[in-house]
């Protein structure tokens, strides 16, 4: 059984840091598209950053390029979103996704496998 797990989500004002983790297990983590999208009140589910875990490109929305860095720690199977410099229009439900059902692991792909999500909100 396939299991996205998440966390680090929480409030923070504007200007601050977050670091969301997700954690994968009951897949081949090498050679997985990982990813982070997420969705605001009232708003369409967005991505946010993806990348392969065995290298490869890594892909950013253009609104969050220069703030935020997804990264990884293959021992633990697990990705991290590192957000920066965090902005009000930031707040939204985060959510980790896996294995793209597209040709690549650019954003616009759906994905197979999401987490449960968590939420991150930004004061201003």
């Known amino acids: 059984q396939v299991q996205l797990v998440e966390s680090g989500g929480g409030s923070v004002q504007a200007g601050g840091s977050l670091r969301l983790s997700c954690a994968l297990s009951g897949y081949t983590y090498s050679r997985t598209c990982m990813g982070w999208f997420r969705q605001a009140p009232g708003k369409e589910r967005e991505g946010v950053a993806s990348?392969?875990?065995?290298?490869?490109?890594?892909y950013y929305a253009d609104s969050v390029k220069g703030r935020f860095t997804i990264s990884q720690d293959n021992a633990k199977t697990t990705v991290y979103l590192q957000m920066n410099s965090l902005k009000p229009e930031d707040t939204a439900i985060y959510y980790c996704?896996?294995?793209?059902?597209?040709?690549?692991?650019?954003?616009?792909?759906?994905?197979?496998?999401w987490g449960q999500g968590t939420q991150v909100t930004v004061s201003s």
């Open positions: 996704a896996a294995v793209s059902l597209g040709s690549s692991c650019g954003l616009a792909n759906p994905r197979r496998y």
């Open positions: 990348m392969l875990t065995n290298g490869g490109n890594i």
